[in-house]
C-alpha cells in the first residue's frame, strides 16, 4: 500500500509539472524541481483529488519534499480508513 | 506630442490564426460563422457562432504555461507574440506599456468550476481557477512573458474594451510616458451560463450576422484577440520598422441614456472627438469600420451618427459579419481590419448582406471587397452601458 501511495504520488507530481518520467523520486526537493508556491497549489488540488483527501493548510506547508507528500498523504489515508469523514 | 506608428499586429480568430490568415478572409469576404461547436450537446436558440476552432495553445504555449492559462489569455498571448515578432522592435522593458481590453475574463474557466460545484456539488476547485479568471490576466502574462515592467493594465468597457485599451496606449505613447505599447483585446465567451445570458437578451441572430441589412436579426458571437505594437513614429523610422499605419486619434463618449439603447447623439460625439484629436477633418476620413452588430438598433443608430458626423459619409463595412462579434475583443480586431485596409487600400465587405435598409443609408460595400484610395479611417466601437470609443488612423 505504502509503495502504490509513492508511486502515485510521483505521478501526480510528475504530470502536474509537467515534467519527464523518472525525473521525480522520493528523495526529490520541491526546489530541485522548480515547485514554487502556485505549483505547490496545483499539486495538493491534484493530490487531494487522487486520494479523496482534505490535506488541512498546516499538513501542506510542511511539504517540500516528494518524501514528505508521501509520508503526509500515507498518514492522512490512515486516519481516513480510522475515520471515514471526508470532503468530496 | 509625438507620432505613433503601429509596426506590428497579432491576430487570433474566427477567419484566421494570425494576421495573414485574417487579411486573406477579410479581403474575400469569407465569414467565419457556423454552428457552435465547442459546447457539444448544448442548444441554444442561436446554433451560430464564430469560433476559433483550429485554435491549439500548445502551438505557442509549453504545457505547464497553457494549463495556466485561460482560453482568453491563451489568445492573447498568441497574439502578443506575433505582434512583437513581426515588427521586430527591442523591448525597452520599463519604457513599455501594456494595456488590453477584456470584457467578461476568464468565463470557459469559471464556467466549468461553477459547473462542477452547483452541477455535481464538487466542492473542490482547481487552484488556478482564480488567476486563471482575473479579467487582467491577459496584460500580466504579456508583461511576464516579454519582461515588460511598465505601465500594464486592462480595461472592462463590455465591447468598446480593446478601443479604449488601445486609445489609452496611443496617448501614453503620443505623450511620452512610455516609447511603446503592447495593446489590443481578448475574449473567449463561449462558455454555457454566459450564451444562456445572451439568449436572453433577444439579440444574438438565430441564423447570421447581416449588418445594415434590411433582414438582419442580430448580433453573432464570436472570439478571438488583437495585439498591436504600438511605438513613437522615430523610433519606428529610425529602425526601418514596417509602419502599418499611424494610429492619430481617440475620442470616448458615453450615452448617459440607457444600458442597452445605442445613442446616436453619444456615437456621434465619440467620432467627432477621434477627428479633433486626429486633427482630422471629416471629409479626410475614406472608410469606417462600423461597431456593425447587426441587430436593428446598433445599425440604424450608428447610421444616423454617421450621417450627423459626416456631409458625405465614407464608405461603411462591418467586419463583425466574418469575425463575429468577439465582445472585448472586437475593437481590437476591427482596429486590425482598418489598419491592414489601409495598409493594403482595400476595403473588407460586409458579408451575408442581402437588401439595403432605407434607415441604414450607406454604401457598406455589401459582399465583395473593393480598392479604395483612402488616406485616413476610423473604427467605431460602442459599447452595453452607452460607452462608445472611436480610434483613427492615417495610411502611411
Not at chain 2, 470609443?389 to 502611411?396: C, I, K, P, T
Request: charged share 15%.
Amino acid at each position: 500500500m505504502a509503495s502504490n501511495i509513492a508511486a502515485r504520488v510521483v505521478d501526480v507530481i510528475t504530470k502536474t509539472q509537467h515534467l519527464e518520467l523518472g525525473k521525480v523520486t522520493a528523495e526529490s526537493t520541491f526546489i530541485e524541481l522548480n515547485i514554487d508556491s502556485l505549483d505547490g497549489l496545483q499539486i495538493m488540488f491534484a493530490l487531494e483529488e487522487e486520494f479523496g483527501l482534505n490535506i488541512p493548510d498546516d499538513v501542506a506547508k510542511k511539504f517540500s519534499t516528494v518524501q514528505q507528500a508521501i509520508d503526509g498523504i500515507t498518514a492522512l489515508t490512515a486516519a481516513k480508513e480510522v475515520s471515514p469523514a471526508e470532503i468530496k | 506630442m509625438r507620432r505613433v506608428a503601429v509596426t506590428g499586429i497579432g491576430v487570433v480568430s474566427a477567419i484566421g490564426l494570425n494576421t495573414h490568415e485574417f487579411w486573406q478572409s477579410l479581403a474575400v469576404g469569407h465569414s467565419g460563422i457556423g454552428p457552435i461547436q465547442s459546447l457539444p450537446g448544448v442548444t441554444f436558440k442561436f446554433p451560430n457562432g464564430a469560433e476559433a476552432l483550429s485554435f491549439d495553445p500548445f502551438h505557442h504555449l509549453d504545457p505547464k504555461s497553457a494549463g495556466m492559462l485561460d482560453r482568453s489569455t491563451q489568445f492573447a498571448s498568441a497574439a502578443a507574440q506575433e505582434a512583437i515578432a513581426a515588427s521586430g522592435v527591442s523591448i525597452i522593458s520599463e519604457r513599455t506599456a501594456v494595456v488590453t481590453g477584456c470584457s467578461v475574463g476568464g468565463k470557459i474557466t469559471e464556467d466549468l468550476a461553477y459547473q462542477k460545484l452547483y452541477g455535481i456539488n464538487h466542492q473542490r476547485f482547481e487552484p488556478m481557477t482564480i488567476p486563471r479568471v482575473m479579467g487582467n490576466a491577459s496584460a500580466s502574462w504579456i508583461s511576464m512573458r516579454h519582461g515588460i515592467t511598465g505601465p500594464c493594465y486592462t480595461v472592462s468597457t463590455a465591447c468598446a474594451s480593446a478601443a479604449h485599451a488601445i486609445g489609452q496606449a496611443f496617448w501614453m505613447v503620443r505623450n511620452g510616458v512610455v516609447d511603446a505599447a503592447i495593446t489590443g483585446g481578448t475574449e473567449a465567451p463561449f462558455a454555457q451560463g454566459l450564451l444562456r445570458a445572451w439568449e436572453a437578451m433577444r439579440v444574438v441572430s438565430p441564423d447570421t450576422c447581416r449588418p445594415f441589412s434590411k433582414d438582419r436579426q442580430g448580433l453573432i458571437l464570436g472570439e478571438g484577440a488583437a495585439m498591436f505594437v504600438l511605438e513613437s513614429w522615430e523610433a519606428a523610422q529610425s529602425r526601418g520598422a514596417t509602419i502599418y499605419a499611424e494610429i492619430c486619434g481617440f475620442g470616448m463618449s458615453s450615452d448617459a441614456a440607457h444600458l442597452t439603447m445605442p445613442s446616436a447623439k453619444g456615437a456621434a460625439a465619440a467620432m467627432r472627438s477621434a477627428l479633433k484629436d486626429a486633427g482630422l477633418m471629416a471629409g479626410e476620413i475614406g472608410y469606417i469600420n462600423a461597431h456593425g452588430t447587426g441587430t436593428e438598433a446598433n445599425d440604424r443608430t450608428e447610421s444616423q451618427a454617421i450621417h450627423a458626423v459626416f456631409d458625405t459619409p465614407p464608405v461603411v463595412s462591418s467586419t463583425k459579419s466574418m469575425h463575429g462579434h468577439a465582445l472585448g475583443a472586437s475593437p481590437a480586431l476591427e482596429a486590425a481590419a482598418t489598419v491592414l485596409s489601409l495598409f493594403h487600400q482595400i476595403l473588407p465587405p460586409t458579408a451575408n448582406f442581402t437588401s439595403p435598409d432605407v434607415k441604414c443609408n450607406l454604401d457598406v460595400v455589401p459582399n465583395h471587397a473593393r480598392s479604395h484610395k483612402m488616406t485616413a479611417a476610423i473604427s467605431n466601437s460602442f459599447a452595453f452601458g452607452g460607452l462608445n470609443a472611436v480610434l483613427a488612423f492615417r495610411s502611411v
